[in-house]
Structures are given as C-alpha cells and as structure tokens.
C-alpha cells in the first residue's frame, strides 16, 4: 500500500494540494510533494490530477516476511476525559491481563494527556497493568486525532505491541482506524470476545458479523500490532489487589508534535443536555420492545425502572418507530450494558439486541411467546402478557419498599 508523486507527470497545478482533507500535499521546486506522515492514504487527490500524476497502490506489493518477534506485550489504551481514566480503560485491562496469561507476556497501558496526567498512572496499575507509557505533552491535554495519532504511533514504532486494545467509543474508534493506517496493522472494530488461539498464540478477535446473524473470528496473522476496539461494557473490570514486587513501570515518552497536527483548535466543550439517560452506568436497567404495543405503553417500563431505581432501555423496533430516543437503545447499534439486573419487556431477543445485554448479571425477560429467543439468555423467564406482569412487578416492589 502506497503513494507516490510521477515527478514527470506533475506539472505543479496545485489541485491535489487544495483537494487533500488532511493537508497532506505541500509544494516543493513547482512539483507536489506528499508527507506521508499525514497522508491516511484516503485517494481524494487521484482523481482531481488531469496528469496522473499520482499514483495510489492499495494492493500491498509482495512484501518480504515481516520479523514479528520483535513484536511483544499486550497494550491496552487508556481513555481519559477531562483528566479521568474512563471506565472502558479499566475493561480492558482486566481482559488484557487473562490474555496475557495465555500468551505469556506483559500487560502495559497508553495514558496520554498534558504533565497532570499521571496522577491516574496509579489507578491503572490498579487493574493490572505492569507498565505504564505515559505520552505527554500540553497539546494532549484533550483529545484530537491528529496530535495523538502522531504521539501514539510514534510510540507504537518505537516499543512495538504485539496486541493492541482500544474502547470502541467515539474517541477510540477515531484513533484506532487512524493510528492502524499509521502502522500498517490491520483492525478489528466492535470485537465481543478476545481470546488467544492456543497453538499460533495469536488473537482471536470475535465480532458479530452481516448484520449480527453470524459472529465472526478474526485473526491478523502476518502483520503486528493486532489491532482491536472493543465496545465499552463489554467486559467486566476487575480491581486487583497489586501484590507487593509487582512491576510497576512507567516509561515517559515525549512525542514531537507539529504545527500541521494542530489544526483543529478546541474552543469549548459543551454538554448535549438533551441526554437524560446514561445506560453504560446504569446497575439496573428496564427495556421496553415492540412487545408494549403502543407508545404512552413505556410509561409501564418507565415506573418499573423507577421502582428500582434504574433507567430505562429499549429495543431498537421501540426506537425506529420514534416511540422512544436513540439514547435508549440497546444492542449493536445501540448502546452495550451490563447491568446488575436487565428486565427485558416484550423485547424477542434477536441477535442484535442480544449482543447489546448479554452479559448483565441477571436478566429477568418477560414475553408471551415461549420460544422467544430472549429466554435462552434469561436468568429468570416470565412467559406471559407484559400488560398484567409488568404492573404487578411494580406494585409489589412499591410495597416491599415501602
Ligand atoms: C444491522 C442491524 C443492527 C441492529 N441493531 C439493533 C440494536 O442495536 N438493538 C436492537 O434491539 N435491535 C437491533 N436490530 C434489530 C433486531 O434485529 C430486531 O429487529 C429488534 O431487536 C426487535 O425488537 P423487539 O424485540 O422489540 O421486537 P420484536 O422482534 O417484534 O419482538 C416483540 C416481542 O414482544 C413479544 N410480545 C408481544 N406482545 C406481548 C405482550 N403483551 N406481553 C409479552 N410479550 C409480548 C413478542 O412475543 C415478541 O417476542 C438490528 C438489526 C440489524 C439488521
């Protein structure tokens, strides 16, 4: 895969210069020149040359056997907001550290932001990281895509991850896919289970697949990093005790950081108030599916969920009718959960909506229908009609507190 300016074609028009997102041309003796830095290899500039002058190669040339072993350790990144390590972080070290008991290696964790940010370095041995790289500098101190591209690929060139594990929120989806073009890895996005195959000892990455109707297991055989987002809840985090002599090592790291990486300015952040509702913390959760009928039927879903003091979920049938917002909605195109206890409400349990809730602690699933696929998940199945059960679980909840 590559890019290369036909010095002979160029004539230094200038179009690809102004057509480039990523300001990646610059002109140089009249001709264009690429950064291949910051070029993500989009093609936006080849078909705007008259000359053909460019020319783009995404079919990788037969290239010579990478050495991989000098690939090693298993890093996880560690998102953090404002200054706090988000909880996805903590997710995915505890699954790094069950891998890197099968593979056999170290488990090491990517904290970027400005000098202040290694108060958090603690938190995140706490969860079992045995190194710490910590990637400072003051244009870090938030997020945006360019400045910790550039930051984190550097250090992924110089140290060299076998595996790396990134939350698949907003912020992790964009660096990964930017940061895989960087390095030349491959990227499997949305992962579900990790698991490390016992005889090559390289990464399973499990994700649903065409639509959700088939989980498939991915690998990355021949090139290093493998590269994975994992949705955040998907994994439990568990805080470990850190034994006494635990290795405890933190590398700093100093990444240079350009003009040209610093064109987006941040100017404010601004709360979307219009969200009530926040799933991904929620202990308990109360969804309603199309198994409610009628729109004003959530307010069913909405006094159980306040009754037990939880939010209230949705089926995306429920949010595709408009009779609830997008917020709500769990699943694969929704949000993922894992609640304390999951009270599905007319919800059939598709695949999609599955992949979303399935690893709740409790699941409680009412439905009429006793071959809904939701009670093959259930931890407790209530086959019958939601409109007398949904109440009467109310009520007695009411009463039992008082
Ligand atoms: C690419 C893709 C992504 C998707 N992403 C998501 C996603 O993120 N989240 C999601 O939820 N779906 C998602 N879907 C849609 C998914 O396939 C299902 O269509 C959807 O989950 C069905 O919602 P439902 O269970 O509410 O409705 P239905 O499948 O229609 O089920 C309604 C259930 O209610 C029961 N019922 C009816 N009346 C009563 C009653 N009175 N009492 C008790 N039970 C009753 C019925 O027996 C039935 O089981 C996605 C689909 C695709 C193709």
Redesign the pocket.
């Given at each position: 895969m590559g890019i290369r300016i036909i010095n002979d074609k160029c004539v230094g028009c200038t179009l690809c210069v102004k057509a480039c997102p990523f300001a990646a041309i610059g002109m140089k003796d009249r001709k264009a020149v690429i950064d291949l830095d910051t070029c993500t290899l989009c093609g936006a500039c080849v078909p705007v040359c008259k000359f053909e002058a460019i020319e783009l190669k995404k079919e990788a040339a037969a290239e010579p056997a990478a050495d991989l072993s000098a690939y090693k350790d298993i890093w996880i990144f560690a998102e953090q907001r404002g200054g706090k390590v988000q909880s996805v972080a903590f997710e995915l070290l505890t699954e790094a550290r069950k891998l890197a008991e099968d593979l056999k290696c170290q488990v090491a964790a990517v904290l970027v932001g400005d000098d202040n940010i290694e108060s958090e370095a603690a938190q995140v041995f706490s969860y079992g990281a045995d190194r710490v790289y910590l990637v400072t500098h003051p244009e870090l101190k938030d997020y945006r895509t360019a400045p910790y591209t550039r930051a984190v690929s550097e250090l992924m060139s110089k140290y060299k991850p076998e595996i790396f594990l990134i939350g698949a929120s907003t912020m992790g989806r964009d660096l990964a896919a930017r940061l895989a073009i960087r390095v030349n890895a491959g990227l499997t996005a949305d992962c579900t289970g990790l698991s490390i195959d016992p005889e090559k000892k390289i990464l399973q990455q499990t994700r649903?697949a065409f639509?959700?109707?088939i989980m498939a297991t991915i690998i990355t055989p021949n090139h290093r990093p493998q590269m994975a987002t994992v949705r955040p809840k998907v994994f439990k985090k568990i805080n470990r005790d850190v034994p006494p002599g635990h290795l405890s090592e933190v590398i700093r790291f100093k990444p240079t950081i350009n003009e040209k990486d610093l064109l987006v300015k941040i100017v404010g952040m601004i709360e979307d108030e219009s969200i009530t509702v926040n799933l991904q913390e929620a202990e308990i959760i109360v969804s309603?599916?199309?198994?409610?009928?009628d729109p004003k039927h959530f307010k069913l879903v909405e006094d159980l969920a306040e009754a037990l003091g939880g939010a209230v979920g949705?089926?995306?049938?429920?949010?595709?009718a408009g009779w609830i917002s997008a917020h709500h909605?769990?699943?694969?195109?929704?949000?993922t959960v894992s609640p304390k206890l999951y009270v599905?409400?007319?919800?059939?349990?598709?695949?999609?909506?599955l992949?979303?809730m399935q690893s709740s602690d409790i699941i409680v699933a009412?439905?009429?229908?006793p071959d809904?696929?939701?009670f093959k998940v259930a931890t407790y199945g209530i086959v019958?009609?939601?409109?007398?059960?949904v109440p009467a679980f109310t009520r007695k909840i009411k009463e039992l507190r008082g």
């Open positions: 649903p639509g959700g109707n309603g599916g199309r198994g409610i009928a949705a089926s995306r049938a429920t949010v595709d909605q769990v699943g694969q195109t929704g949000k599905a409400c007319g919800i059939s349990g598709k695949i999609q909506h992949v979303g009412i439905n009429k229908d809904a696929p939701i019958g009609d939601l409109f007398e059960i």
